[in-house]
T-cell receptor, first 112, second 115 residues
Framework: QQQVKQSPQSLIVQKGGISIINCAYE??????FPWYQQFPGKGPALLIA?????SEKKEGRFTISFNKSAKQFSLHIMDSQPGDSATYFC???????????FGKGTRLSVIA | KAGVTQTPRYLIKTRGQQVTLSCSPI?????VSWYQQTPGQGLQFLFE???????NKGNFPGRFSGRQFSNSRSEMNVSTLELGDSALYLC??????????????FGPGTRLTVL
């Protein structure tokens, strides 16, 4: 049973636009929410992470927004660039067996 | 510091065969986790090893197994390969594997194709 639901599955954004990817979780025990970025032929790499005691975290053009009551968190990429084209995964620790539970990923394409 | 390395990068096998994949974690990292990545299912957790012991296991059949050596290097084995085992197998290492802020670092993966 999927514990982290990610949307959309794919996203096309114009260069300079804002990319928004959403994730919803079920387990209220989740307390750490990382986003990973994966380029073709590479493994996922940690992009940015947030803990639920803050509602927003910003690192450069990347911002995580967190809504604890709605059990949702989202990734915003401002001024999207073609180099941002990649697959993005949200994740959360599980209270069960897995160190990390991942969303199914969003393939982002930034076109000029 | 060198990153997580995985060998081989690509493998082609036929149904019924077995395969062994290798992972060398970042120096000093004691936790190694394995994931299967497919287009339909995304990243699915296989198992985690810490100090040569399997600490966590995902919902995969017993054909999938692994081990960790005293230098933290890890191998996973898949026996009696099935077509559905075709996937990218990712290894990730972290310092201790338990902490909520213990970042997992992924290797480039091994692309397994089963014919």
């Amino acid at each position: 049973q999927q514990q982290v639901k990610q949307s959309p599955q794919s996203l096309i954004v114009q260069k300079g636009g804002i990319s928004i990817i959403n994730c919803a979780y079920e387990n209220t025990a989740f307390d750490y929410f990382p986003w990973y970025q994966q380029f073709p032929g590479k493994g996922p790499a940690l992009l940015i992470a947030i803990r639920p005691d803050v509602s927003e975290k910003k690192e450069g053009r990347f911002t995580i927004s967190f809504n604890k009551s709605a059990k949702q968190f989202s990734l915003h990429i401002m001024d999207s660039q073609p180099g941002d084209s990649a697959t993005y995964f949200c994740a959360a620790p599980s209270s069960g067996n897995t160190p990390l539970v991942f969303g199914k990923g969003t393939r982002l394409s930034v076109i000029a | 510091k060198a990153g997580v390395t995985q060998t081989p990068r690509y493998l082609i096998k036929t149904r019924g065969q077995q395969v062994t994949l290798s992972c060398s974690p970042i120096s000093g990292h004691r936790s190694v986790s394995w994931y299967q990545q497919t287009p339909g299912q995304g990243l699915q957790f296989l198992f985690e090893y810490f100090s040569e012991t399997q600490r966590n296991k995902g919902n995969f059949p017993g054909r999938f197994s692994g081990r960790q050596f005293s230098n933290s290097r890890s191998e996973m084995n898949v026996s009696t390969l099935e077509l559905g085992d075709s996937a990218l197998y990712l290894c990730a290492s972290s310092l201790e594997g338990r902490s909520r802020t213990d970042t997992q670092y992924f290797g480039p993966g091994t692309r397994l194709t089963v014919l």
